[in-house]
């Protein structure tokens, strides 16, 4: 799918609303409509990726900002100590439904291994 018809682009650019809590100069972190723990923030880049298997080297330092918006999402939502999940699921086996890549982040309950 292309940016233009994206979900995800159209949050970045203000043209569906969106609980923003984070903000970075690569990426942004927003609730989950349909949030799945007491904490489930998304964490997208700016750059609009489809999947996973579309990153290529030159995205690596925005793919590694992600995980920098996680850190910092944990610390602000309380969750950091106790733990938290950092999933992104890639294509429709698993369970991957808004193709522009996001990183969940669950928190605030105890987790299941493996995930359903
Ligand atoms: P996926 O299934 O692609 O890994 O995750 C997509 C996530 O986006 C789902 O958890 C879904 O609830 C969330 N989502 C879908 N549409 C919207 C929306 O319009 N706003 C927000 N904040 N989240 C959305
Ligand atoms: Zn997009």
Same mark, same amino acid.
């Not at 650019?13 to 904490?39: C, L, M, Q, V, W």
């Not at 080297?57 to 939502?77: K, M, N, P, W």
């Given at each position: 799918?292309?940016?233009?018809? *994206?979900?995800? *682009?159209?949050?970045?650019?203000?043209? $569906?609303?969106?609980? =923003?809590i984070?903000?970075?100069?690569? /990426?942004?972190g927003?609730?989950?409509?349909?949030?799945?723990?007491?904490t489930? %923030?998304?964490?997208?880049? #700016?750059?609009?990726?489809s999947?996973?298997?579309?990153?290529?080297?030159?995205?690596?330092? %925005?793919?590694?900002?992600?995980?920098?918006?996680?850190?910092? $999402? /944990?610390?602000?939502?309380?969750?950091a100590?106790? !733990?938290?999940?950092?999933?992104?699921? *890639?294509?429709?086996?698993?369970?991957q439904?808004?193709?522009?890549?996001?990183?969940? =982040?669950? !928190?605030? #309950?105890?987790m299941?291994?493996?995930?359903?």
């Amino acid at each position: 799918m292309s940016s233009d018809n *994206c979900l995800f *682009c159209k949050i970045l650019n203000g043209e $569906i609303p969106a609980e =923003i809590i984070y903000e970075s100069e690569t /990426a942004i972190g927003f609730r989950d409509i349909n949030a799945k723990a007491p904490t489930h %923030v998304l964490v997208i880049p #700016r750059k609009h990726i489809s999947t996973i298997n579309d990153i290529e080297v030159h995205d690596e330092t %925005v793919i590694g900002s992600l995980y920098t918006a996680a850190r910092e $999402i /944990a610390v602000q939502e309380g969750i950091a100590e106790d !733990g938290y999940r950092a999933v992104m699921n *890639c294509n429709e086996s698993a369970g991957q439904t808004v193709f522009h890549i996001h990183l969940h =982040i669950l !928190g605030g #309950r105890q987790m299941d291994w493996p995930p359903g």
